[in-house]
C-alpha cells in the first residue's frame, strides 16, 4: 500500500455502510485544481489504487474493478487521496497522463467558468508543446529556436516595463506588461526543463520553513 497517498487513520475512518460499500470520488487535477470526474470505489478499488497509485474505480455498469486509462493509456496517477468531514466522500488529486473523459476532453465536466489560476496551467502545456515545432510556427517556437540568451533577455525587458508602469501608476499597462513578463517567464522555464509545479513546490518550501521558524 502506498502510505502517502491516504494514512492508516484516515482509511480506518471511513464510513462505507453509509453509502452501502460505494464511495464516490471527486477527482481533482495536481496542478490546475480542475474537477475532471466523479467516479466510485468499493474497497478492493480503493485498495487497488493505494496499491498500485494508479485511479481505480469499481464500475457500476460493468460491475467490476476499473482501471481509469487500461484501455487508453489515459491513467490517473494519484498524489494523494482524503475524505471529507464525514467520511463518505473521497477527494483524489490526480496527474492525468491525457484526458480524463471518454470523449477525449480533458474533464468530463462542461463548465465554462474555470479557475483563474488554472489558465497558467493550461497556457504552460500550450508553451510546451510549442517547444520543438518549427520556429514559423508560432511566437513561442520562435523563442525556444532562439535560445535561453533570447528568452531570458525577454524577462528581462518585461520585468523593467512592469517595474515602470508601476511607478508610473499606469494599472492597464501594468496588467499587460505583468502578462507579458509570466508569459515569456514561463517559456523560460520551459526551455530550462523547469515549470510552475517546481516554483511553487519552492514556495511552499519556504512557507512552511518559515512558519517554523
Given at each position: 500500500?502506498?502510505d502517502?497517498?491516504?494514512d492508516?487513520?484516515?482509511?480506518?475512518?471511513?464510513?462505507?455502510?453509509?453509502?452501502n460499500?460505494?464511495?464516490?470520488?471527486?477527482?481533482?487535477?495536481?496542478?490546475?485544481?480542475?474537477?475532471?470526474?466523479?467516479?466510485?470505489?468499493?474497497?478492493?478499488?480503493?485498495?487497488?489504487?493505494?496499491?498500485?497509485?494508479?485511479?481505480?474505480?469499481?464500475?457500476?455498469?460493468?460491475?467490476?474493478?476499473?482501471?481509469?486509462?487500461?484501455?487508453s493509456?489515459?491513467?490517473?496517477?494519484?498524489k494523494?487521496?482524503?475524505?471529507?468531514?464525514?467520511?463518505?466522500?473521497?477527494?483524489?488529486?490526480?496527474?492525468?497522463?491525457?484526458?480524463?473523459?471518454?470523449?477525449?476532453?480533458?474533464?468530463?465536466?462542461?463548465?465554462?467558468?474555470?479557475?483563474?489560476?488554472?489558465?497558467?496551467?493550461?497556457?504552460?502545456n500550450i508553451?510546451?508543446s510549442?517547444?520543438?515545432?518549427?520556429?514559423?510556427?508560432?511566437?513561442?517556437?520562435?523563442l525556444?529556436?532562439?535560445?535561453?540568451?533570447?528568452?531570458?533577455?525577454?524577462?528581462g525587458?518585461?520585468?523593467?516595463?512592469?517595474?515602470?508602469?508601476?511607478?508610473?501608476?499606469?494599472?492597464?499597462?501594468?496588467?499587460c506588461?505583468?502578462?507579458?513578463?509570466?508569459?515569456?517567464?514561463?517559456?523560460?522555464?520551459?526551455?530550462?526543463?523547469?515549470n510552475?509545479r517546481d516554483?511553487t513546490?519552492?514556495?511552499?518550501?519556504?512557507?512552511?520553513?518559515?512558519?517554523?521558524?
Amino acid at each position: 500500500m502506498t502510505d502517502k497517498l491516504m494514512d492508516e487513520q484516515q482509511l480506518n475512518a471511513l464510513d462505507w455502510k453509509k453509502v452501502n460499500d460505494l464511495m464516490p470520488v471527486i477527482v481533482q487535477h495536481c496542478d490546475s485544481g480542475k474537477v475532471l470526474m466523479l467516479g466510485y470505489v468499493n474497497k478492493a478499488a480503493l485498495a487497488s489504487t493505494l496499491s498500485t497509485g494508479k485511479m481505480t474505480f469499481f464500475s457500476r455498469t460493468k460491475a467490476r474493478l476499473w482501471c481509469k486509462g487500461e484501455q487508453s493509456g489515459h491513467f490517473l496517477n494519484v498524489k494523494e487521496i482524503s475524505s471529507d468531514c464525514d467520511n463518505d466522500t473521497l477527494l483524489a488529486i490526480v496527474e492525468p497522463m491525457g484526458p480524463t473523459c471518454h470523449l477525449n476532453t480533458e474533464s468530463c465536466f462542461k463548465n465554462n467558468l474555470q479557475p483563474t489560476v488554472s489558465f497558467l496551467t493550461d497556457l504552460e502545456n500550450i508553451i510546451a508543446s510549442r517547444k520543438n515545432c518549427d520556429p514559423s510556427s508560432s511566437y513561442s517556437a520562435q523563442l525556444f529556436a532562439q535560445g535561453t540568451k533570447r528568452i531570458a533577455q525577454k524577462v528581462g525587458e518585461e520585468g523593467v516595463e512592469v517595474a515602470l508602469a508601476a511607478m508610473a501608476k499606469d494599472t492597464r499597462e501594468l496588467t499587460c506588461e505583468s502578462a507579458d513578463l509570466i508569459y515569456h517567464l514561463l517559456v523560460l522555464l520551459q526551455n530550462e526543463g523547469l515549470n510552475l509545479r517546481d516554483i511553487t513546490t519552492e514556495l511552499t518550501r519556504r512557507h512552511q520553513l518559515q512558519n517554523k521558524a
